[in-house]
T-cell receptor, first 112, second 119 residues
Framework: KQEVTQIPAALSVPEGENLVLNCSFTDSAIYNLQWFRQDPGKGLTSLLLIQSSQREQTSGRLNASLDKSSGRSTLYIAASQPGDSATYLCAVVSGSARQLTFGSGTQLTVLP | GAVVSQHPSWVICKSGTSVKIECRSLDFQATTMFWYRQFPKQSLMLMATSNEGSKATYEQGVEKDKFLINHASLTLSTLTVTSAHPEDSSFYIC???????????????FGPGTRLTVT
């Protein structure tokens, strides 16, 4: 059974810092990996999707990398802003049913 | 593109009543829809997977008689919480996947969620 772990569970940084969020998964046979953002009481916003054949994706200040063989992904946020404060979720699609398995999330606070 | 809507966005009901939540794919055909629930400070847990025109597949520990899922068309799935109790209070989120042009059929597109409070 696929398991997804995110470290750290919470992170607080001053505005302007670059930061890295980590995600690991136990079964490397994935179809893709996604990073989501969730604001309190809200739904999910998809940030980046990396196909299993890709190694990274970039969107603005966000860069996500994927090392499928080692079961790891990182989300790099450059020049963090208070508006980046949210919970960031990592999820992988795997298995015959193409199920999405979520990590428990990293709660990010960027202090002005 | 790839918009998924949910209705209602929030609902309060009395214990013992039933509540129906709708999930619609607005601009693509959703061959598969997923229902998740999320408790405060926790991540999303998959409840069930439904394919259009067939019965839903429930995850272990999810009562299929309590959480009725119907996926009668390629754009609509409904989740009915029957005889709701306070412990059913949660955030319910649906997602949809399907094919539309070049869209990846395995990518899930998420609705905005429905906050259910059972008093």
């Amino acid at each position: 059974k696929q398991e997804v772990t995110q470290i750290p569970a919470a992170l607080s940084v001053p505005e302007g810092e670059n930061l890295v969020l980590n995600c690991s998964f136990t079964d490397s046979a994935i179809y893709n990996l996604q990073w989501f953002r969730q604001d309190p009481g809200k739904g999910l916003t998809s940030l980046l999707l990396i196909q299993s054949s890709q190694r990274e994706q970039t969107s603005g200040r966000l860069n996500a990398s994927l090392d499928k063989s080692s079961g790891r992904s990182t989300l790099y946020i450059a020049a963090s802003q208070p508006g980046d404060s949210a919970t960031y979720l990592c999820a992988v699609v795997s298995g015959s049913a193409r199920q999405l398995t979520f990590g428990s999330g990293t709660q990010l606070t960027v202090l002005p | 593109g790839a918009v998924v809507s949910q209705h209602p966005s929030w609902v309060i009901c009395k214990s013992g009543t039933s509540v129906k939540i709708e999930c619609r794919s607005l601009d693509f055909q959703a061959t598969t829809m997923f229902w998740y629930r999320q408790f405060p400070k926790q991540s999303l847990m998959l409840m069930a997977t439904s394919n259009e025109g067939s019965k839903a597949t429930y995850e272990q520990g999810v009562e299929k008689d309590k959480f009725l899922i119907n996926h009668a068309s390629l754009t609509l799935s409904t989740l009915t919480v029957t005889s709701a109790h306070p412990e059913d209070s949660s955030f319910y989120i649906c997602s949809a996947s399907g094919t539309s042009g070049r869209r990846d059929s395995y990518e899930q597109y998420f609705g905005p969620g429905t906050r259910l409070t059972v008093t």
